[in-house]
């Protein structure tokens, strides 16, 4: 074999030599790109791929209680009655027996048995009035405006269905064992339709005072109706939070549930349309440190970005714990700038780390609006909980059938959330709601 002979061949070894690292790197963004999806800033601990397969030999705990825990032991009730438990005679040789010695207390908590259907038939009367000879007809709190089936029914099956969370056919089941009652899944869906229109006053009201906070947190997450896929936003603050399901994800949402009067402050993630909306934001910090945390693990540039980043963030919450003046608040917000802009000035190499810092420069604005005014919280949490529940029904309703039912459930879920978080108890307050 000549020389050029054995050049030849070795240039056709390299050139499929460089198809195939080609489509290995093709691969390998593809995997990149899949593993993305399960594995990154946002992907909560719970989800992450791996996660009981090794032990963490850090953790040299042990479960359960820690030494010097204060146990809690749940409180005795006070009887309703008294039961005294006596023999006649033993058991063993069946003699008589004398009077106890002694009397053993045992304080039991019991549930009734189920209980039947109460049946009322209201005879309701009609009256002509003598001055104006309108017709009148007689009204009573229990009686519901539409239906064979009262308050209580319409008010348990709603409670069963968006706080318990059972499905209908589950609703079904439930009340037939307990009071024998025999509904259809579409009867129970039609129950909480009913509750639905009660409380719409109050969702109202609640949409008008969400329009005026003076600081607002704002998150959705992704929800399907008729197998396509939608968007659930919340709208929260301390005292009271409101839903609506949208097809968008965009910026006409606010719009339409805050309108363009808003004046606000509004806590968010980096999702573009809130800057759209409004510049007065606050980022979320938690979303920051996350991903920055995410980054050093990968990058050794992004470690020391990360410790600066958790280190600015724990120095100015801890010194605004002492609630500072205006001017004192102001000399730390000057500071906190310089030095985040010193960290987005550096080089970084890794591009993703790069992308990182140009989200943050982005953004670069709505940091540390917390530091200028108090009562601003650093994250987006309280909004991110207000979701928990919508996200565990949506795992075991899959889907939202129609708008009726998606009207329902943003009518539902609201005032449920809001009367939750004033502590008051949702059964009383809906049963008023539907006697009303």
């Not at 917000?333 to 960290?343: C, G, K, M, Y």
Request: contains cysteine.
């Amino acid at each position: 074999m000549n020389e050029s002979e054995i050049i030849r061949q070795l240039r056709e070894q390299n050139e499929l030599l460089r198809l195939e690292n080609e489509m290995l790197k093709a691969r390998i963004r593809e995997l990149e790109a899949r593993l993305a999806k399960y594995e990154n800033a946002h992907t909560p601990p719970s989800l992450r791929r791996g996660r009981n397969l090794k032990k963490d030999k850090t953790n040299k705990g042990k479960p359960g209680q820690k030494v010097g825990h204060k146990g809690v032991t749940r409180p005795l009730a006070i009887p309703d009655s008294q039961v005294e438990v006596t023999a006649d005679r033993c058991p063993d040789c069946g003699a008589k027996l004398n009077l106890p010695f002694r009397f053993e207390s045992k304080v039991i908590e019991e549930i009734p048995e189920p209980q039947p259907v109460i049946v009322t038939e209201y005879k309701i009367a009609h009256y002509i009035c003598p001055c104006c000879r309108k017709e009148v007809v007689a009204r009573d709190a229990n009686c519901p405006h539409e239906g064979k089936f009262g308050n209580n029914v319409i008010a348990q099956a709603t409670l069963m269905r968006y706080e318990d969370r059972l499905p209908h056919r589950k609703i079904q089941d439930t009340l037939k064992r307990i009071h024998g009652l025999a509904l259809s899944p579409a009867t129970i869906f039609d129950l909480t339709r009913r509750a639905g229109e009660a409380v719409r006053p109050e969702y109202d009201a609640i949409l008008e005072r969400i329009r005026g906070a003076p600081i607002l947190y704002v998150d959705e997450t992704g929800i399907h109706v008729q197998g396509e896929k939608h968007w659930i936003w919340t709208f929260t603050t301390p005292s009271e939070t409101f839903f609506v399901i949208r097809k968008s994800r965009g910026t006409n949402v606010l719009i339409e549930v805050l309108t363009r009067r808003f004046k606000g402050i509004i806590v968010c993630d980096g999702w573009k349309p809130y800057a759209r909306f409004t510049k007065n934001l606050q980022r979320c910090w938690a979303h920051l440190l996350r991903e920055s945390k995410d980054l050093s693990e990968k990058f050794g540039e992004a470690v020391p970005l990360h410790e600066a980043l958790k280190g600015l963030y724990e120095s100015l919450t801890k010194s605004l714990e002492c609630e500072p003046p205006p001017e004192v608040r102001m000399n730390i917000w000057q500071s906190a700038r310089e030095v985040l802009q010193h960290w987005i000035d550096r080089e970084y190499l890794e591009v993703k780390v790069r992308k990182f810092i140009g989200k943050i420069s982005n953004g670069f604005d709505y940091w540390f609006t917390f530091i200028l005014n108090p009562g601003v919280e650093t994250t987006n949490n309280r909004a991110e909980r207000a979701l928990r529940p919508h996200v565990v029904l949506r795992k075991i309703l899959g889907t939202l059938r129609n708008r009726k039912g998606t009207a329902i459930h943003e009518l539902i879920m609201t005032v449920l959330a809001t009367w939750g978080q004033r502590g008051l108890d949702c059964l009383q307050m809906l049963t008023i709601r539907l006697a009303s």
